[in-house]
């Protein structure tokens, strides 16, 4: 069944519209989504997070090693050329690198507040780079070998 149009357009909300097809709350957590994913893109293409370089040592080698897998990514998608590294996976590298940017952004937030780093980071961090590492010996990111052409 349709929707009526008056409504948000989120599954399951039935708030009245505010912005952009969607009540304020759903359309404030989309413009949020919307500055994580700018800022992660700004790390990426710049190295700079809110402006600068980050200031935590660690972040700024990861940040700088995860710019090389988006240069990679980049090139491949922009160009339809197939990287013999990522090969099929350029598209998904891509995302990856946006993932992972995020949590580089938020940990250099915190760290340049004096916060403690928030759980979350971890496990993308591991996720990402697993997969990296997957393709840099060889194999799918999942880890599975690739089937024989
Ligand atoms: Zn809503």
Redesign the pocket.
Known sequence: MRKRTT????SD???PLQFAG??S???EEHQEKRRRRDAALQALHQGQIDGRLPDDQELREELQKLRCWWDRACLSVNHHVQDNILQDEAPYALEWCISLAQEIVVSERASRAGQPDSGAFTSTREWVWKRFSNLQAGYMSNGVKRPAK
Request: proline share 0%; aromatic share 8%; hydrophobic share 15%.
């Open positions: 409504v948000c357009s989120h909300c039935e708030e969607l009540c709350e759903h359309y």
